[in-house]
């Protein structure tokens, strides 16, 4: 037999291999050099001068980097945790009742993911400012109330999305025995209802978690002065210039989505496997 | 009876909090967006809603529709070379094997899962004047030069750095950079239900790759290509960072002159006006992928 690809193996082809590694070397290069350079002891970011973790060290003791690192992150966990909610009560809403008007809200639930950012972020931006002013002095957590609000209104649907197709293989006969049994409305639904939408739940928390994380343009729009998260922050230092401090926060930035959607696999994968 | 009492409840329980929250928190505003489209500025600060049109009128001023238009053409050709450089990808996915399979798919969408300031900060570092572009070319250069210098010919003038950054050519780099995910997994989902007996029963009857291709995939897989092509088109004509971090004066989209009207400029009411036109260009898009992709089944990526 000789060695020859099979015609569908489109893989063993040399320009197709070309190809491939062409286009995952634009996808990654960028990012792995502004990894690697993020180590580089020399300020120019341009040629290797030898390894450092002075960047990170310099980002550690950048108080203002730690405090946008520190909303950024406590916005998007109180994000995950509103959206939660809201995001299981809606798609066991859509999926349960039969209403007037259901199609409506169902349309309408579906707009923040197809709104462009930018509209979205205009949105807020006269909202907070000209129609429920959020005060600036607030207390530092509730300072943050009005960029919270936004990341629940465009990450919400994205979980219900998430637990609705996962509510599609529940089989009502279970939630109709427990009921057979005894079990309450509430008890039906904390004991049958919830372990099986459980992997959905965890799935649609990650991804509330990384959209509220990674936002730029929503929350340019709606953060004041006091209340700079994370993307903001590098935005302004990114305009300013390229600095191995940047590549430096930008890197933590990736370990931690990374190591997010990492758990999140993992999570999918044994739920799928059990 | 208590238990239908409790359905009720219930019921409530679960509509109320979901459909108030989208209501007040994101009908009302882009409600009150769509008011401010139709009045002027009135004062420093205040905003009168008159019912005035003259907002979407200033919108066709040829400056404007010259912004649109360079949009449109800038998220178009975005699309399509999201569409040629991912069609191969795609297809390789679906022949890969089982074990290459997933570890391709993540790889595409790892970028994806990245923040979008961070991909774009990293295309900054590669593209700049003293960046790994122009350092890259710059000593292909040398070396050129050298050579030229050992066979005896003259040795090139010093390597000037190509402007790579800060105008369109950056643009549309970056957005290609961004948006090519969105085209490649619905190209996957569609390529993946393809009959792979047509192919061979056509590379079998003596058709060339190209001609099974072009006559036997492309058409069978015209719904996923439809779903790509839009799905890259519109987040790609609202793109708002891109433009602005690697465009220059002229490279200015839809989204930059609407974030000026709200900062900058102070015109609040024509900034409305742009985003509404904005998002019915978007629905429209929306709508014509259901139209032209109506009886498929859903590829599974709800984005």
């Not at chain 1, 209340?227 to 305009?239: A, I, L, N, Q, W």
């Not at chain 2, 779903?227 to 609202?238: C, E, H, M, W």
Request: aromatic share 12%; proline share 6%.
């Amino acid at each position: 037999m000789s060695d020859r690809p099979a015609p569908l193996e489109y893989n063993r082809l040399w320009p197709m291999r070309l190809w491939l590694a062409g286009v995952f070397f634009f996808l990654y290069s960028p990012l792995i050099t502004l990894i690697a350079f993020s180590f580089n002891d020399s300020k120019r970011n341009i040629v290797w001068r030898g390894f450092t973790l002075d960047y990170y060290r310099k980002l550690f003791n950048n108080d203002e980097l730690m405090l946008a690192f520190a909303n950024s992150l406590t916005i998007a966990l109180v994000t995950t945790i509103l959206s939660l909610v809201l995001g299981a009560l809606a798609a066991i809403m859509l999926w349960r009742f039969r209403f007037p008007l259901k199609g409506v809200i169902e349309g309408t639930l579906s707009l923040p993911i197809v709104v462009p950012e930018i509209c979205m972020g205009v949105a807020m931006l006269l909202f907070f400012s000209r129609v429920v002013p959020w005060p600036h002095d607030l207390p530092w957590p509730l300072s943050l109330g009005a960029i919270i609000i936004a990341h629940v209104s465009f990450c919400f649907p994205f979980v219900a999305m998430v637990v609705r197709a996962r509510l599609a293989s529940f089989n009502k006969e279970q939630e109709e025995a427990a009921r057979d049994l005894g079990a309450s409305d509430w008890q039906a639904f904390r004991d049958v209802l919830v372990p099986h939408m459980k992997p959905a739940l965890i799935a649609g928390a990650l991804l509330s978690f990384t959209l509220s994380l990674d936002d730029f343009v929503i929350t340019f729009f709606t953060s004041g002065p006091n209340t700079v998260t994370f993307p903001v922050k590098v935005y302004s230092m990114v305009r300013f210039s390229v600095t191995p401090e940047v590549n430096a926060a930008s890197t933590m930035l990736i370990v931690l989505t990374v190591a997010l959607m990492a758990l999140m696999m993992l999570g999918q994968r044994k739920s799928n496997s059990s | 009876m208590a238990l239908e009492k409790q359905s009720r409840a219930a019921f409530w329980v679960t509509v109320l909090p979901p459909t108030l929250w989208i209501a007040v928190f994101f009908l009302i505003p882009l409600g009150i967006v769509w008011a401010y489209s139709f009045g002027h500025n009135e004062g420093l600060t205040g905003v009168a809603i008159t019912g005035t049109f003259d907002n979407y009128i200033r919108a066709f001023d040829p400056l404007y529709l010259q912004i649109f238009g360079k949009s449109i053409a800038v998220a178009g050709l975005t699309t399509l070379l999201c569409l040629i450089i991912g069609f191969p990808v795609a297809l390789a996915i679906v022949f890969a094997n089982e074990k290459m399979r997933p570890l391709l798919l993540l790889l595409v969408m790892l970028p994806f899962w990245t923040n979008l300031l961070i991909r774009t900060y990293a295309l900054i570092a590669v593209l700049r004047t003293e960046g790994f572009a122009n350092w890259t070319l710059a000593w292909f250069w040398n070396q050129g030069s050298t050579l030229a210098a050992l066979v005896g010919l003259q040795p090139f003038p010093a390597y000037q750095p190509l402007e790579l950054l800060y105008n369109n050519f950056a643009v549309v780099v970056g957005l290609v950079y961004v948006h090519l995910p969105f085209m490649v997994l619905p190209l996957y989902a569609a390529l993946d239900r393809l009959d792979k007996s047509l192919m061979e029963a056509s590379l079998d009857l003596g058709a060339g790759h190209l001609r099974t291709l072009f006559s036997i995939v492309v058409p069978l897989a015209l719904p996923g290509i439809v779903s790509g092509v839009i799905i890259t088109f519109v987040p790609a004509l609202g793109a708002y960072l891109t433009p602005d971090l690697l465009g220059g004066t002229d490279s200015q989209m839809i989204a930059n002159v609407i974030e000026r009207q709200f900062k900058r400029a102070n015109d609040w009411p024509f900034g409305a006006a742009l985003s509404f036109l904005l998002m019915y260009a978007t629905f429209a898009a929306i709508a014509l992928r259901a139209y032209l992709t109506r009886g498929q089944p859903a590829d599974g990526h709800g984005i």
